[in-house]
């Protein structure tokens, strides 16, 4: 009795509209503002999204939900590197849907095994150890770089230390915010993890000072993304791996956002002929369709790891592994990183030249492009406002600046309207 009367009034509720619809047909019956309102009762407000809900894409454009076109220049956050539902990916995890997606690690699978060698191969390190977000990456990274302390360096117990810089961006875990300089991503969220050293970026004075018996590692991203497009000067890295090597510290590089072509070279540390110890990456590793992460690093340091001292359900499985190992090669085949460098010079050299009355300035390295406006000119949320009214979709980061990172794939015709919209609001 009790049960039948659940079920009447489920059928009245989003369960019964899922029964009688299907999961895409009541996707597809939600209009945009029930899609909003829905979002802001049921989903908490970590996020400010912009007033679009969208609903389709494909390589660089998207459309919401009354079929308005998009060029999508965030690229979410530069993980749609290979553009929206890119065929020859979408081709693998498809067939691979057929096949074995999720098996964990109590048992090998052929899918992790293959992208494993493709990771070090790329990236021309020795050992990698799979995850999902780039959070999971970057804490990956600090364990090992701490046992590698204390089993290698021999650092007295616990009393390792890590360094890392002002501005930086690593993730949202309790101990990647606990060395954040960030009051946003940090308020309230203590106590935090001990052991963190924080010093200025591009800073090499700093980096010297900062350094004990204790320290094992510095982590650092080449260009600071989500810290406002922040290029370090040249030969600051080159310098940071000649300190490294003289202090016994491992270099740690987030490469999560810079990392598969988004600056115009494979990695961004490439620019400065250097090779960290270990690095982290996601994002763009997922080929746009779900989230992988990985730390490859030397062999003396993911040694460190022995059965039981890390793992995750999710990390290495098929379904993942063989979508990351396509979105690798089709990094390759699609030569992504001469693509990035050429269109985002483009992009730098059209808005440089719209002599905009409202930009502070242009930052960038391929198509990592940061924009940021004069004070007065008002938010980097009031362009980016504006943009999207004429079709363009960015996202502003520390207030006063937009940034540009879209898909890879972009073409030159996508290009073209995006400078017009560009121009059309900076020079208003
Ligand atoms: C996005 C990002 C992260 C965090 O990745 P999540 O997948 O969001 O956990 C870490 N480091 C850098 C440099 C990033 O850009």
């Not at 009034?9 to 009688?20: M, Q, T």
């Not at 079929?67 to 020859?88: F, M, P, Q, T």
């Not at 460098?341 to 030249?353: C, D, N, P, R, V």
Request: glycine share 10%.
């Amino acid at each position: 009795m009790k049960e039948k009367n659940d079920n009447k009034e489920r059928s009245k509720s989003i369960f019964g509209e899922l029964e009688k619809y299907g999961v895409l047909g009541v996707i597809e019956r939600m209009t945009a503002e029930e899609v909003i309102g829905i979002t802001e009762k049921y989903s908490a407000h970590n996020y400010a999204p912009l007033p679009v809900v969208v609903d389709r894409g494909e390589g660089a454009r998207v459309w919401d939900k009354e079929g308005k076109e998009y060029i999508d220049l965030i690229g979410c956050y530069s993980a749609v590197s290979h553009g929206h539902r890119n065929k020859r990916i979408i081709e693998v995890a498809m067939k691979q849907m057929d096949k074995l997606l999720n098996t964990g690690r109590p048992v090998y699978n052929s899918e992790m095994a293959l992208l494993m060698k493709v990771l070090c191969e790329y990236t021309k390190m020795d050992m990698a150890l799979p995850m999902n977000t780039g959070a999971e990456a970057v804490e990956t990274a600090l364990k090992a770089a701490r046992r590698w302390g204390y089993g290698i360096k021999k650092v007295p117990k616990d009393k390792a230390e890590i360094i890392a810089v002002e501005g930086n961006f690593h993730g949202r875990t309790i101990t990647i915010v606990g060395f954040s300089t960030e009051e946003a991503y940090r308020n309230d969220f203590g106590p935090f993890t001990p052991g963190f050293k924080i010093i200025p970026y591009n800073n090499i004075d700093a980096l010297e000072k900062a350094i004990n018996d204790n320290v094992v590692a510095f982590i650092i991203e080449p260009i600071q993304a989500e810290g406002g497009v922040i290029i370090p000067d040249k030969g600051y890295l080159a310098e940071v791996r000649r300190i490294c090597d003289k202090h016994n510290i491992l270099l740690i590089l987030d490469e999560i956002q810079t990392g598969f072509a988004r600056t115009g070279k494979d990695f961004a540390h490439q620019w400065e002929g250097i090779k960290p110890d270990l690095m982290t990456l996601g994002k763009a590793l997922g080929g746009g369709l779900v989230p992988i992460s990985a730390v490859v690093g030397r062999e003396e340091v993911m040694k460190v790891f022995d059965p039981g001292s890390h793992g995750s359900t999710f990390g290495g499985n098929p379904f993942a592994s063989c979508i990351a190992v396509e979105a690798i090669m089709e990094t390759i085949r699609e030569n992504l990183a001469e693509k990035a460098l050429k269109a985002g010079e483009k992009f730098i050299t059209a808005i440089k030249s719209f002599n905009s009355p409202y930009v502070k300035e242009v930052r960038g390295k391929g198509l990592l492009i940061g924009v940021e406006f004069k004070l007065e000119a008002g938010t980097g949320h009031d362009f980016a406002d504006k943009l999207l009214k004429l079709g363009i979709i960015t996202k502003d980061t520390h207030k006063q600046t937009i940034r540009i990172t879209p898909p890879l794939t972009i073409t030159d015709e996508e290009i073209s309207i995006a400078i017009d919209k560009l121009r059309m609001v900076l020079t208003k």
